[in-house]
């Protein structure tokens, strides 16, 4: 024999152990179950004994069964040819029972026997001597109806064909054959947790182009029904989740209250969390920036659903933890904290513990927390020049669906200043940069009437108002109304004075407005046009004393419900932080932090403006990075718990809403979300059309799982979802799956 030839012999027989080895992992002879006696390209029919049944630990409904040609007796492993048809795995799921031909005598003959031993209650109809030996066996067949999920076979790797064979699955069957029979086997712990852990190959290679990265972690175990009873021989067998398929994608976890989608919610942070961390299983750290909507605190403070059974909080917070170095250096930290005495240095000392914890996850909340001294609170002082755009965007989120006019010509108005660098000459300049200030020192006094403390009581306003206007208001006279007239005088009389309270300018700004509406502002008016002319062509500039800007922020002096509204947002002003928070935020999760938004206070319609506001300026920014070509585009992942509450209503089309527009175009972004709530209904369906993984608990009523059967193959699992109430009990559905997977989430825990 040739050289060439014995290593070609060599080869093939290590591919034949290779093959061996790979088909003993699936199929045992102590685990055959029954026979298919009926197929199509969609369903299969198998029929069982009792006694094969109780051998494998019953054959739950949902549960996974494997039809194969393949024989799994010693000898035959050795004459498989992988290239081969037969060389291949139907994947069945158990549907429900189904009709043998001899069902009908078979119920004549039970029948007949259950009246024969009717009144002896220490006999059944199938007990000994009830019937004879033969026909009981016979009458333990039974039929069962399956759908089929798709098919397992063994492929050469082309990129590597001297290398491992690859398992491959196809979520169909290629052929059938209506007379060939195949033998049915339920699938063994081991065999178990290679089908439901399979991954498709190509989204592994497209998270090692992307990431680097094809780290998985565990997100509990099988589980086939409500009744899990220890014997079924399936204990334990571990379902993994890989964290990378979260990102960029929408996730949808959808349940009844107390049904396991916040503990849920935890794991998936928790596993994304720890892509950062280096270990055996993770050679190449990715750190991800995550953001979590917390609407009832959960995931930002420590509570009680969180404690064990030692007593120790697992909040979410607390989850930088699980780096040991930084969770050695705090501890160390807080030793000392405890151990010195001089206030100075426990106040660095503290610093440092803030700083280490906050290397790695922030908390923000619009009000201060008695158990988290490190919060960073969701305010700005909307005094700031810098931030007087901000703060106005803010409360035009508080008023977007408010539909008066003046409210809406209130919303038009922008605080950009002039740029002296769009003008010819230093007078126009000038001419517009003290109206600019006009509507500015307006504005703030609105904010005053509002409740936003100003950082001064009073202000300069020298130079801001024309002595002609002041001496016109003074001078006004109203015969009709005399109340209107004595807030003319008086608007005329503080606006003429240098240096004003702030609480002064309110009433005098409402007179002002008034005032616009008289004959006598239109002779002041018209004037006021004739003597201001452009310098080189001598003709006047048809611009009159108050801009429709002006007008419009005067007008707000003039409602009641105005101020009240603007008054709302009033929560989010400080005077002490004058940075915006919106891109605080946005630097934390660019720099890989968990950023825990608590919104547990405060008023639901500021709570949904403000994440709102902070979702635009990720989009924003993301999608800046994304068209200026930039080489890397941050990845950040968006969490939103009692999505109803900030995600658009099922039949809201609104495609300029920013949940919906991060939905379709957030994944060029590199935007992901993970959005949870009670009802699938109450997602947009553009969403849900987005929506790549699926975690699905209890539902309780047929209008939700209708909604919810549309999307894969949910529609196996209706009843199932419909009747069971266990808490974690889920249905799983993510990218690198191929079906959908039972499971029993495991507890998150730090």
Not at 41 to 47: D, F, G, L, N, S
Not at 56 to 76: E, K, N, Q, Y
Not at 121 to 132: F, L, Q, T, V
Not at 686 to 713: C, G, Q, R
Request: net charge neutral; proline share 3%; aromatic share 10%.
């Amino acid at each position: 024999m040739s050289i060439e030839n014995g290593v070609e012999a060599r080869r093939k027989e290590d591919r034949l152990i290779e093959v061996q080895r790979r088909f003993k992992n699936l199929i045992q002879t102590s685990e055959q179950v029954g026979d298919l006696y009926s197929i199509n390209y969609e369903t299969a029919r198998v029929i069982i004994h009792d006694t094969d049944r109780k051998k494998v630990g019953g054959i739950p409904s949902l549960c996974f069964l494997i039809a194969t040609r393949i024989s799994p007796v010693a000898d035959s492993f050795k004459t498989i040819d992988y290239n081969s048809e037969d060389a291949s795995f139907v994947l069945l799921r158990v549907m429900d029972s189904a009709p043998l031909p001899q069902d009908k005598e078979a119920e004549r003959i039970r029948v007949e026997t259950a009246q024969r031993i009717s009144g002896e209650p220490e006999r059944h109809w199938d007990s000994d001597g009830a019937m004879d030996a033969k026909t009981r066996s016979l009458l333990g067949y039974a039929g069962v109806q399956c759908r089929i999920i798709g098919t397992f076979f063994l492929e050469e790797d082309l990129s590597n064909p001297s290398g491992p064979l690859k398992l491959k699955f196809g979520s169909d069957i290629s052929n059938y054959y209506p007379n060939r029979g195949l033998k049915v086997y339920k699938p063994n712990s081991d065999a178990l947790k290679e089908i439901v852990n399979y991954a498709d190959p190509s989204n592994i290679k497209a998270h090692i182009d992307r990431y680097g990265n094809t780290k998985k972690v565990k997100l509990g175990y099988v589980r086939y029904a409500s009744t899990n009873r220890q014997y079924q021989k399936i204990d334990n067998v571990p379902v993994y989740i890989y964290p990378a398929d979260l990102l960029s994608q929408k996730s949808a976890l959808f349940g009844m209250t107390r049904t396991g989608k916040s503990n849920t919610t935890k794991i998936i942070a928790k596993s994304v969390y720890e892509l950062r961390i280096c270990d055996a299983s993770n050679d190449s750290p990715l750190r991800i920036g995550q953001i979590i909507f917390d609407p009832n605190g959960e995931y930002a403070n420590e509570n009680s659903q969180d404690k064990d059974g030692s007593g120790n909080p697992n909040a979410l917070k607390n989850v930088w933890r699980k780096d040991i170095q930084l969770k050695r250096k705090a501890d160390e930290l807080k030793l000392k904290y405890k151990a010195e005495n001089n206030i100075e240095e426990k106040k660095k000392i503290l610093g440092q513990i803030k700083q280490a914890i906050e290397s790695e996850v922030v908390t923000y909340g619009i009000l201060p927390h008695p158990k988290d001294p490190f919060r960073r609170l969701m305010k700005i002082n909307f005094y700031e020049q810098e931030n007087l755009q901000i703060g106005k965007e803010i409360i035009d989120f508080k008023l977007a669906e408010q539909s008066a006019q003046y409210l809406k010509n209130f919303r038009q108005v922008v605080f950009n200043p002039p740029n002296e660098s769009e003008f010819e000459r230093e007078s126009e300049y000038q001419g517009q940069l003290r109206r600019y200030e006009r509507r500015v020192l307006v504005y703030r006094a609105l904010l005053n009437k509002a409740g936003f403390i100003p950082p001064n009581r009073n202000v300069n306003i020298r130079g801001m108002f024309n002595q002609d206007l002041r001496n016109a208001m003074i001078n006004y006279t109203e015969r009709r109304f005399s109340r209107k007239q004595g807030l003319i005088n008086a608007a005329g009389q503080v606006l003429s004075q240098e240096t004003v309270s702030w609480d002064s300018l309110a009433p005098a700004f409402e007179g002002l407005f008034h005032f616009l509406s008289t004959a006598e502002f239109n002779i002041f008016n018209q004037d006021y046009i004739n003597n201001h002319r452009d310098e080189e062509s001598g003709d006047t500039t048809g611009e009159g004393w108050a801009e429709s800007d002006l007008e419009s922020l005067l007008e707000m002096f003039n409602y009641s419900k105005a101020v009240n509204l603007i008054g709302g947002v009033s929560t989010q002003h400080t005077t002490t932080i004058g940075s915006d928070y919106a891109q605080d935020i946005y630097n934390d999760l660019l720099n890989g932090k968990l950023v825990i938004i608590d919104q547990s206070s405060g008023e639901p319609e500021l709570n949904k403006s403000s994440a709102t506001r902070i979702m635009w300026h990720i989009f924003k920014e993301n999608q800046k990075s994304f068209r200026n070509g930039d080489e890397s585009i941050p990845e950040i992942l968006v969490y939103l718990e009692e999505a109803h509450n900030i995600l658009p209503a099922g039949n809201d089309l609104d495609l300029t809403d920013v949940w919906v527009r991060t939905a379709k175009e957030g994944a060029k972004y590199r935007i992901g979300m993970v959005y949870a709530t009670q009802e699938v209904s109450s997602i947009q369906r553009n969403i849900l059309k987005n929506t790549a993984n699926w975690f699905i608990s209890h539902l309780n009523n047929t209008d939700e799982t209708k909604e919810l059967i549309k999307y894969y193959d949910f529609a196996d699992f209706e009843s199932s979802i419909l009747r069971t109430q266990d808490k974690g009990f889920l249905r799983v559905k993510t990218l690198s799956n191929l079906f959908v997977i039972s499971v029993q989430v495991d507890k998150f825990e730090v």
